[in-house]
């Protein structure tokens, strides 16, 4: 079992930035984050594996969000640059041990985190 931790969400003013961080308790092949707005069905939003591999983005947030990770600290990052009124959201971070045909869906994970608060005031 993979206990994973957020951290780095907050208020900020439309235009600004934020990074999330996931800390996962032991090794995973790919990692996610996905975000959840009041009244709407939890989206995608990035993703990668920890090892190789060219990270994907929902149209929503490219050019804006990029995702890295640390694999020393088993740690992934999301960092979020002219945030939007509309990129509001709880944000949950995710993680699988397995090899999937995608990861941007959220079925592809077995372990997810306790979300953190993303408000973005315009």
């Known amino acids: 079992q993979v206990q994973l931790v957020e951290s780095g969400g907050g208020l900020v003013q439309a235009g600004g930035s934020l990074r999330l961080s996931c800390a996962a308790s032991g090794r995973t092949f790919a990692m996610g984050w996905f975000r959840q707005a009041p009244g709407k069905e939890r989206e995608f939003v990035a993703a990668?594996?920890?090892?190789?591999?060219?990270?994907d983005y929902a149209d929503s947030v490219k050019g804006r969000f990029t995702i890295s990770r640390d694999n020393a600290k088993n740690t992934v990052y999301l960092q979020m640059n002219s945030l939007k009124p509309e990129d509001t959201a709880d944000y949950y971070c995710a993680a699988t041990s397995n090899v999937r045909g995608t990861y941007t869906s959220a079925a592809s994970y077995d372990y997810w985190g306790q979300g953190t608060q993303v408000t973005v005031s315009s």
């Open positions: 990668g594996r920890m090892i190789l591999g060219r990270p």
